[in-house]
């Protein structure tokens, strides 16, 4: 599902708030952070200008840096909806549009060492908000042979990040935007994955979650679940036997007030998890409303 993105106002869309709200919350791996501008094609790393970066910052922290949703961590950029927004990417930017994306910028960066290969307002959010780093876009051209030259030469000074631990920050980052404040605990060290395109998420044999390729977002199995139970994220409280692979809002006791619809979401009774599926209504609205679908389900304990 495209999210158009077309004036100013677009900064203000729920779509955009909650994704800046969640980027307050994540960070970053290793000691340096390389600033990116966005581009027209979603994913990023499809467009011909991210490949051309790629090929130089793929084993440092990338930063993409975009209008309205603030910024982007390489990581998240297959996560709905930053996935599929439609603006246009003139470089011109407001100066609301460089406040929000400058304040993420500072925040995610604090006590990083910065490489940045931006120009025009991706810049200027930058500039207005950080204190030191190195630019290395030369007549506002990012992709021009003269920036992708000093973009090598500059990362020759910093330290790579290490394969294995990129690929666990990176599950771990997808967790904490997709289940909030340490949703990272959802991915154990000890987590495998399985799959060409869509991944199985495995710990100890047991299948926690499938990782949907085409949302960039977990779907729950029941044992991912039982995580979830333990960490308080996320649940669903009944206390009647599941039958049928739908929670009516009626038989609801308790929901975590931070679900919304389409979040994953884990069915519990008597301190087990019996259930994991969507949420079709937000938490307050199973608990307050008389009738209606609170929960379908997607796996049950049988």
């Known amino acids: 599902m495209k999210v158009i993105c077309s004036s100013e106002e677009s900064l203000y869309r729920p779509e955009a ?18 600033l990116l501008p966005c581009s ?32 982007c961590p390489r990581e998240l950029e297959n996560t709905f909806p930053i996935q599929s927004y439609d603006v246009s990417t003139t470089g011109k ?18 006590g990083k060492q910065v490489v940045a290969n931006l120009a ?15 630019n290395v876009c030369v007549d506002e051209r990012p992709t021009s ?7 090598r030469m500059e990362l020759k000074n910093h330290q790579k990040v290490n394969r294995r631990e990129k690929t666990l920050h990176e599950l771990r980052s997808i967790a ?3 289940f909030g404040e340490n949703g990272d605990k959802f991915i154990p060290d000890n987590v495998k994955t399985k799959g060409m395109y869509h991944k199985r998420i495995l710990s100890d044999g047991k299948q926690l979650a499938l990782f949907n390729k085409d949302h960039g977002l977990y779907r729950l199995n029941l044992p991912g679940g039982e995580i979830l139970k333990d960490l308080g994220i996320n649940i669903v409280e009944i206390d009647f036997d599941l039958t049928t692979n739908t929670v009516f809002a009626p038989g ?14 884990v069915v519990v009774k008597d301190d087990v998890a019996v259930g994991v599926g969507k949420a079709v209504m937000t938490g307050r609205e199973m608990e307050e409303c008389d009738n209606g679908i609170g929960v379908k389900l997607k796996h049950r304990l049988k």
Do not use: C
């Open 176 to 178: 904490k935007y997709q």
């Open 40 to 71: 027209m094609k979603k994913p990023y790393s499809n467009s011909k200008s991210h490949q051309k970066f790629r090929k130089l910052t793929r084993s440092y922290q990338e930063l993409i840096v975009t209008s309205p949703f603030g910024i």
């Open 145 to 151: 042979p003269e920036s992708l030259y000093n973009l």
């Open 120 to 134: 025009g307002g991706y810049l200027q959010s930058a500039e207005a908000y950080l204190d030191d780093f190195v």
């Open 93 to 110: 930017w407001s100066e609301d549009e460089i406040e929000e994306s400058g304040k993420l910028i500072e925040k995610y960066t604090r």
């Open 252 to 265: 609801i006791d308790k929901a975590d007030h931070n679900i919304i619809p389409n979040d994953e979401v």
């Open 17 to 34: 708030v909650r994704w800046r709200q969640r980027m307050e919350m994540m960070e970053p791996l290793g000691e340096t952070v390389v």
